[in-house]
């Protein structure tokens, strides 16, 4: 259904444009700062009035229909269709968005061994890119898409798209996932500072909920935000070297590094007060609700601080809050030495082995792809050549610029780099351990025997 | 159907067969393709690879079944299905005969019997949804939780000042809700009852608190206030300008475990207590500050499951009612006339009369509902939440979630195929006997 609906009105779009694609590009330009509104007209309408050169040549695809499938939803699925959009104009080509629900694997899996893989899927774990390579599920990249990866992404980000010495993925949407957002009028009222330490963040937190504001939203229902929780802490307080090795389950879930990290989490999830709507009102906060409760009503919020990554800018936009005004962000509080710096972000790759499929992977790998999801928000590119001017506004161009300065040194999700069954299965595995240890914090030897028996489980050892 | 009939067709229908067999080959072959290709293959397919390990190319024997009873998510999946099976189809069963019987009396029961038998035509993934959003916990969005919360607040009035708490290292110290001075209270020092965690919004009409005064006729008197000034400034345990008033706190001057005074707070947060008072320990108790009723869990580990089922009785009971009301149509009203004349009471004649008569149609419906209830997934699929996913489990789901994605094995996934086909086998061949016996009469 879906996909006809669009196919329709694709069709219908593309006999009215006969223009060359530098023209078409400027076009959709200007009609992208028309909708986005007053976050970021300052920014696209510079991008209009340049007539952005395109910088990746595509061939001619007319009359192909495409399918890309992912996850997401909502408006981040409208900025993605834009970009499609702007594919289609450029090709000719017919390409239609399947939204794959909470699990790409499953449904990705599933396609596959229905024998109707999507042309090109977004998968948000290198777990699964690994897996997938293994079963030769999906296609190593062809030379034009690897030349542009050269090009505009650094070594580290490419290497995470590599399966035994093949380069697959392509990451064209990154993400920071080391940062807590706050609302500043809470901040003010209670009279706190953005904390830099761990303790001065249970501090803060303390004194927030002494001014009548439960201090920290936590997305419980949905657990990957709480492995985003943990895999911070863990960076943070036992280093990268357990870091990399914990992900590779080279160590055990008991072992005592993990006791302790759950510990240090234990002293926010244990306090009641500290939690908007306590342990048991997390465990029904969805990731979109833990955003607007923080922000929907700026002068009277339900929750002072949300922890999660840039995106959660995409939710801040459903509400009046205005970025950088009454929602400003700061690192996570350093729980050891340094703060953590923990990315995720989601991989192109190809199912099918068409021509297709491949220019699409070209175009996202792109700086002209990138370029038009940066300026509708809620997006961080990896792509070190993207110029961060088109960023609608300066908290996430302070944010992009942080990761692309981080270069290599960065932690990818851990959880993301787990198998599925592990790192990204809604109701099992870590998630559903984690959200058994919120409920009940002060279980940490409880918790750790559950995802150790989990993760040797899905590691297969 | 009609027995006088049946007996000269077969005879000679049995004689075309052994006359010429190709020919009732002939007609058999599609039939027999289409059941082979469509039922018996998947079925011996599926036993085949349920022998199998996830790669489907090592022999493992045995080895899945016995994953398959000592895995924790089948076991309770096993254990939701079996609820599931009882409850279910029972519920519904009896509430479709109730509404047969009760709508066959009144005269619009014919829109009664279309409003019942509505959820019917939605989809069971659009129910779902539905129920998830009927099972919200918010009171605001929920509305299970409206209903509770309403009726509870009804009998259980809302406190003055939910949340509100003293200061870790204050002068009040907290048991069971309720906080007690640590010092005896003495009428010539006004006693500071200071107080946090009060949400703004809550505290936009207070009037400011002023510091009390000692009363000098032996009254002991005190301000109770939330002593935390908008921008953090403000001394703790002191009445800063600015600080709000916490009016109608219910202040108990406690004596050897015994009340001996109560007062409550003005609007600017003093207190007066009677010349008792002086000496006593002064309380607040818990009433000032329990939180607002959150209504009930339905969708938490314990409830998630009869919650799922009270909504797969909103779909179905319908059907139950549907197929209960045309057996009851079929009753001979002889019978009832008969059985009240001879001075039945109207609960006699349906326990005794329509009941029984009523037997092989509710065998029916109890059959069908019982089979659609042992590969119930939609529903519990998209109800349950992430949390509680694994509590709700049944049989149908978890061969989903362990056939499909990147940590799947398909043997084991078939070995819960097969399962679930041996379960359901006694319940057929119970329909087929049933069936036999109701030709043969």
Redo the contacts between chains.
């Keep these: 259904m879906r996909t006809s609906v669009r196919t329709t009105r694709s069709r219908a779009r593309r006999a009215g444009i006969a223009l060359a694609a530098a023209l078409a590009l400027s076009l959709t330009a200007a009609c992208g700062g028309g909708d986005g509104g007053g976050d970021g007209s300052g920014a696209s309408g510079d991008g209009a009035g340049d007539g952005r050169e395109a910088t990746v040549e595509l061939p001619d695809l007319k009359g192909q229909k495409l399918q890309v499938a992912a996850v997401w939803t909502g408006p981040e699925q409208k900025n993605f269709r834009r970009v499609l959009d702007e594919f289609e104009e450029r090709t000719g080509a017919e390409v239609g968005f399947v939204p794959t629900g909470d699990n790409v694997a499953t449904f990705v899996g599933s396609k596959v061994e229905g024998g109707a893989p999507p042309d090109v899927a977004m998968l948000p774990q290198v777990g699964v890119l690994h897996q997938f390579a293994e079963k030769g599920w999906i296609k190593p990249l062809r030379e034009g898409t690897r030349e542009q990866l050269g090009k505009n992404f650094s070594q580290g980000w490419q290497d995470l798209g590599a399966h035994d010495g093949e380069q697959y993925g392509v990451y064209f949407k990154a993400a920071n996932k080391s940062l807590v957002w706050y609302n500043t009028t809470a901040f003010e009222n209670a009279g706190v500072s953005e904390p830099k330490t761990w303790d001065e963040f249970l501090e803060a937190a303390q004194t927030l909920s002494d001014s009548g504001v439960p201090p920290v939203s936590v997305g419980g229902a949905d657990g990957w935000t709480l492995t985003d929780w943990f895999e911070n802490v863990y960076l943070s307080q036992a280093g990268p070297e357990k870091y990399d090795q914990l992900a590779a389950h080279e160590i055990k879930w008991t072992d005592p590094s993990v006791r302790d990290a759950l510990n240090t989490l234990g002293e926010l999830f244990g306090e009641k007060e500290l939690l908007a709507g306590g342990n048991q009102g997390a465990l029904r906060t969805e990731f979109p609700k833990s955003v607007t409760q923080v922000f929907a009503d700026v002068e009277q919020p339900q929750a002072a601080m949300v922890y999660e990554g840039d995106f959660v800018a995409v939710n801040i936009g459903d509400t009046e809050a205005e970025i950088g005004q009454d929602a400003k962000v700061f690192p996570f509080p350093a729980v050891g030495e340094d703060s953590p710096v923990v990315s995720g972000g989601d991989a192109a790759v190809a199912l099918k082995d068409g021509e297709g499929a491949h220019a699409l992977l070209t175009f996202l790998a792109s700086t002209d792809a990138a370029a038009i999801w940066a300026e509708q928000g809620g997006f961080i590119s990896p792509n070190k050549e993207l110029d961060t001017a088109v960023y609608p506004d300066d908290v996430q161009r302070d944010i992009a610029e942080a990761l692309i300065a981080a270069g290599d040194d960065f932690r990818f999700d851990m959880s993301d780099q787990a198998p599925a069954a592990f790192g990204g299965t809604k109701g099992a595995g870590e998630w559903k351990a984690l959200q058994d240890f919120l409920a009940d914090p002060g279980d940490v030897a409880g918790a750790q025997r559950e995802l150790e028996a989990a993760a040797a489980k899905a590691y297969g050892d | 159907m009609s027995t006088a009939a049946a007996g000269g067709p077969a005879t000679r229908r049995s004689s075309i067969v052994r006359a010429r067999p190709w020919s009732a080959a002939c007609f058999l072959l599609p039939a027999l393709v289409l059941l082979g290709a469509l039922v018996v293959y998947p079925i011996v397919y599926s036993v085949h690879r349920s022998l199998f390990d996830a790669s489907g190319t090592g022999f493992v024997g045995l080895g899945n079944y016995i994953e398959l009873f000592t895995d924790d998510?089948t076991l309770t999946a096993i254990r939701n299905n079996t609820v599931w099976v009882v409850v279910a189809p029972t519920v519904c069963t009896a509430l479709g005969l109730i509404f047969a019987v009760l709508t066959e009396r009144v005269r619009w029961g014919t829109a009664f019997k279309l409003i019942v038998f509505m959820p019917m035509a939605i989809s069971m993934l659009a129910a779902g949804i539905i129920f998830r959003l009927v099972y919200e916990?918010d009171p605001d969005r929920g509305v299970a939780n409206a209903v509770w919360v309403s009726v509870h607040d009804t009998f259980d009035e809302a406190s003055a000042w939910p949340?509100a708490?003293p200061?870790p290292d204050g002068e009040l110290e907290g048991t069971g809700g309720s906080y007690t001075t640590k010092s005896a209270a003495d009428a010539a020092d006004p006693a500071n009852l200071p107080l946090?965690?009060?949400?703004?919004?809550?505290?936009a009409d207070a009037a400011e608190a002023s510091p009390a005064r000692p009363a000098g006729d032996g009254k002991v008197t005190g301000t109770v206030w939330?002593d935390?000034a908008?921008?953090?400034?403000g001394e703790p345990n002191a009445v800063d300008p600015g600080e709000k008033a916490l009016a109608g706190v219910v202040v108990e001057a406690v004596r050897d475990g015994r009340v001996v005074a109560t007062a409550t707070t003005g609007e600017d947060g003093t207190f007066a207590l009677p010349a008792e008072a002086d000496g006593a320990r002064l309380r607040l108790p818990a009433s000032n500050f329990t939180e607002a009723y959150n209504g009930v869990?339905w969708?938490?580990p314990s409830l998630v499951t009869p919650a799922i089922i009270a909504s797969y009785v909103w779909m179905w009971a319908g059907f139950a009612m549907v197929l209960i009301a045309a057996g009851l149509a079929g009753v001979p009203r002889e019978l009832l006339e008969a059985a009240r004349v001879d001075g039945a009471n109207e609960w006699q004649v349906f326990r005794r009369v329509t009941v029984p008569v009523l037997a092989p149609v509710l065998a029916v419906v109890l059959v069908t509902l019982m089979i659609n209830v042992l590969k119930i997934f939609d529903l519990v699929y998209i109800i349950?939440?992430?949390?509680?996913?694994?509590d709700a489990n049944v049989l149908a789901l978890q061969l989903y979630?362990s056939s499909?994605?990147?940590?799947?094995d398909q043997g084991v996934g078939s070995a819960i195929a097969v399962l679930l086909l041996l379960l359901v086998v006694p319940v057929m061949v119970f329909n087929i006997r049933r069936l036999r016996r109701e030709n043969r009469r």
């Design positions: 998510d916990q949340g708490r200061r946090v965690g009060v949400p703004p919004r809550d505290l939330v935390f908008k921008g953090g400034g869990d969708l938490g349950a939440p992430g949390a509680t996913q694994s979630l499909f994605g990147t940590g799947a």
